[in-house]
């Protein structure tokens, strides 16, 4: 097999021109660089990608953390990404996690070990005072507000977003809403923003009024089963759209507004209202941000879908 020497060899100059020849350094003159590359195509040499990386410092390579594999949320997001990434020619590493913080920290002491250029975490459970600890070794992002700490972030108006959809059913006359959300409170900042934007608009939340741990169809599914037996229910506000399908084979959405999230294809089919936060927006900002000098933070703006 033909390697970087036998290529100089036969072309007559330096290693360190064909080098530049592999890695497209733009020092090199059109002559030169279409000798080596006959002499590449004839010998049908395939250059070594570890070999390139260490070259240039960089593998075109981004890794991203996400909680769970065929989850909306996740897709959305990924889905953002892997079109901004695939655009600029970067290959997309995907890491479930399970919300395990150990499985997280070994991801980031990989992206340590420079097996990526830049990682976007989509989620997670360890702090961010434990990622910002990795800036030194590469670019992080994170899909949410990340406050004080110097980590680079996409967010959404998620505490915005419900505090006017509150508002809005407050004035529409309702009262008795029920709530699904999914990780607990104590560990989720995203239902915990919920939970005060109910409370903020309408006070405490009986506990009859929230099903937890809803992520999936069939999760709904469960939940509209114990709102079925709840009495008066005037609108039920989920934390997805496929929760809301799901709750949809046991409640009629005649008697019960159903209030997605994300704008699905579900919803769309179905025809319930939902609030959309742009997630593959978020995604397309995050790869853009992961090597940007000029912003360390952006906000994506939510859109709520009326729907009859």
């Known amino acids: 097999m033909a390697n970087i020497r036998d290529i100089a060899k036969l072309s007559g100059y330096s290693v360190t021109t064909v080098s530049r020849v592999l890695n ?3 020092y090199v003159s059109e002559e030169k660089r279409a000798k080596i ?12 990608a570890k070999a390139r990386n260490l070259s240039s410092g960089k593998s075109k390579h981004i ?12 897709d959305k997001i990924v889905s953002g990404i892997l079109s901004a990434a695939f655009n600029e020619g970067y ?12 499985v997280e920290k070994q991801y980031l002491d990989d992206l340590a070990a420079k097996a990526w250029d830049g990682m976007i975490i989509t989620s997670k459970k360890i702090s ?4 910002a600890g ?3 070794y590469a670019p992080i992002v994170c899909c949410e507000d990340t406050g004080d700490f110097p980590i680079a972030c996409v ?4 505490e915005e977003s419900y505090i006017n959809l509150f508002k809005r059913l407050k004035i529409q006359g309702y009262s008795k809403i029920g709530l699904t959300v999914g990780r607990s409170e104590t560990i989720s900042a995203s239902t915990a923003l919920v939970l005060e934007a109910y409370q903020t608009i309408f006070g405490l939340l009986d506990d009859t009024m929230i099903v937890r741990n809803c992520r999936s169809f069939e999760d709904g599914r469960q939940a509209g089963i114990h709102f079925s037996n709840v009495k008066e229910l005037d609108v039920i506000v989920t934390n997805g759209d496929d929760v809301a399908a799901g709750i949809l084979q046991h409640i009629e959405k005649a008697q019960i507004t159903v209030i997605g999230e994300e704008n699905l294809l579900s919803s769309r089919l179905l025809g319930f209202s939902t609030i959309d936060h742009h997630l593959d927006q978020c995604g397309e900002a995050a790869f853009h941000l992961l090597f940007s000098t000029s912003t360390n933070s952006i906000t994506i703006p939510y859109t709520f879908i009326q729907r009859t």
């Open 24 to 26: 497209d350094h733009p």
């Open 37 to 48: 590359l006959k002499i590449m195509h004839d010998l049908d040499y395939i250059p070594n």
């Open 63 to 74: 890794a991203v953390m996400i909680p769970y594999a065929n989850h909306p949320y996740s």
């Open 91 to 102: 290959k997309v590493t995907l890491l479930p996690t399970n919300y395990d913080p150990k």
């Open 128 to 131: 961010f005072e434990m990622i």
């Open 134 to 136: 990795y800036l030194k």
């Open 155 to 158: 967010s959404i108006k998620r």
